[in-house]
Structure formats: structure tokens, C-alpha cells
């Protein structure tokens, strides 16, 4: 039977998604807890992979059950053998043709960045930081130019391993909440650091260092070398991830305290 599951973690402490030889990944983790309530080795497969220190609201996993188990089992059961910063928030049982990654239609991720002269410290691991005044106006500008069927080069990480560099940006909004500054982004599917280094763009013009049309400028010269340094990864989040009707998941999201970075209030 195969099983659809909704999750969230802080990524802070964990070398990202994807399996390492050393485990500490959050797909070991989860595979480990899997495996306790399943009896059996268990494989997971995400919707979208998140790097070392990037955290994730709505995350979606599927697996091949070996053995038959009451749903709660496969969230409570499975969160009694999970670190405390990885919850399974929901589980489906679906179709076998249903696969996390592939038949998602979209994928959302939001950065907070804090924007203050002083860093703060009980967000630290929980958001970007930048120091000088932003100009989110200009920002807001220049992220309106990403939208659409582009080649993204000038943004994809060296090792990023897309057959295609092109992908379908649906939104790109820059908004200020306080101190904080939100980029939130939907696409088809997301190279490799592609938001971090978008997001590093848009910091340098709000910064002044170049106009919102700089960041045309990148995209039609397709050089990752032109471009702003990647952004820390700690101000990411796996935000949404959304899927045909038919496969009856839910859209999930959560409040944390003291910060929700889902809350656009």
C-alpha cells in the first residue's frame, strides 16, 4: 500500500533532505522511524529535496507500506521514533501511480528575511538577516521580472543536476512585515539554490547597489558569475506543495510560536 504523509521540520541540524552515508539527514530519520512502525525497511521519496538548514512547512513524502497499519499509526507512531524538530502532520493512503515529487503541479517556498541593523538572536536559525535598509519597492520590481517561462541560469546553483535550467516562476512577491522582509515564490519545480540566489539578487537592489532592470539584465545573460552570492539557507521554507484534486490531500500549513512564517499578519 502505498502512503502519502504531510511534514514539517526545522532543518537546523540536519545536512538537508536527501540520504548521506552518516545519516544525519532528515530523509535517515524518517526512513528509521518508518521502518520501527513498519517492521520492514521502508524508502521515502519527497516532493521537493531541501538543502542543509532549510526548513520545511509542508513538506510531502510518499511510501511503499510493507505491512498494514492503522493510519494514526503513521503519525503518531512514526513522531514517537522522530527527533523533536521532524512531525508527520497527516498521513493518505493513495493510488500507486501517485508520487510525491512527479505529480505535484507546483511547488511554494517563502524566505524571512530579518532586517535589522542587529541580528537577532531567538530567530537565529530561523531567518536570513540583513543589516542596511531595503528598498522593498524596488524589490517588489525587480521580483516581477522573474515571472514566467525563463531560463534561470543566472541562478542555478554549479552542481545543480536539472536537465533543463527553464522553469515556470507563477509568483514572485516581495513584502515587508515589521522587521521582516517576505519573498515568496511558486513555480513548476526550482533548480538547485535557485531561491536562495534569487533572493540574493533582490537584497542587492534593495540595498541600491543595482535597479530593479539588473535583474532582466541576469536573466538574459544566463551567467550565474554576474549574479549576487547565494543567501544563507536559513531563512527558507518549504511552504506549499500543490497537486491535482483527485489525490485528495490536504493543504496543511501551521502555526509555530513564537514565529509563524506562514502568518502574513
Not at 510525491?100 to 532586517?115: D, G, H, I, M, P
Not at 535557485?194 to 532582466?216: D, F, S, T
Request: charged fraction near 20%.
Amino acid at each position: 500500500m502505498r502512503i502519502a504523509l504531510g511534514l514539517e521540520y526545522d532543518g537546523s541540524g540536519f545536512c538537508g533532505w536527501q540520504s548521506q552515508p552518516q545519516g544525519n539527514t532528515v530523509q535517515d530519520a524518517l526512513e528509521r522511524a518508518l521502518s520501527e512502525i513498519a517492521g520492514a525497511a521502508v524508502r521515502a521519496h519527497c516532493a521537493g529535496r531541501t538543502d542543509a538548514g532549510v526548513h520545511a512547512l509542508a513538506q510531502v513524502v510518499h511510501f511503499d507500506a510493507p505491512a498494514a497499519r492503522p493510519t494514526n499509526a503513521w503519525v503518531r507512531g512514526v513522531n514517537a521514533h522522530l527527533p523533536g524538530r521532524i512531525a508527520v502532520r497527516w498521513s493518505r493512503p493513495v493510488a500507486d501511480e501517485f508520487h510525491a515529487r512527479f505529480s505535484a503541479r507546483s511547488r511554494s517556498y517563502r524566505y524571512v528575511l530579518y532586517n535589522h541593523a542587529v541580528r537577532p538572536a531567538l530567530l537565529d536559525g530561523r531567518v536570513g538577516w540583513f543589516h542596511l535598509p531595503l528598498d522593498v519597492d524596488a524589490m517588489r520590481a525587480g521580483a516581477a521580472q522573474l515571472l514566467g517561462e525563463r531560463d534561470f541560469s543566472a541562478f542555478r546553483a554549479a552542481e545543480c543536476e536539472a536537465a533543463t535550467p527553464v522553469r515556470l516562476l507563477q509568483r514572485a512577491e516581495v513584502t515587508r512585515r515589521g522587521d521582516c522582509v517576505l519573498f515568496d515564490f511558486r513555480a513548476n519545480a526550482f533548480l538547485h539554490h535557485m531561491v536562495r540566489n534569487m533572493v540574493g539578487a533582490l537584497v542587492y537592489v534593495g540595498k541600491g547597489a543595482h535597479p530593479p532592470e539588473w535583474i532582466a539584465e541576469l536573466i538574459a545573460g544566463r551567467d550565474r558569475s554576474l549574479a549576487a552570492p547565494t543567501f544563507p539557507p536559513h531563512g527558507l521554507y518549504l511552504s506549499a506543495v500543490e497537486y491535482e484534486a483527485r489525490w485528495q490531500l490536504p493543504r496543511d500549513g501551521r502555526v509555530v510560536a513564537p514565529f509563524d512564517p506562514l502568518d502574513p499578519a
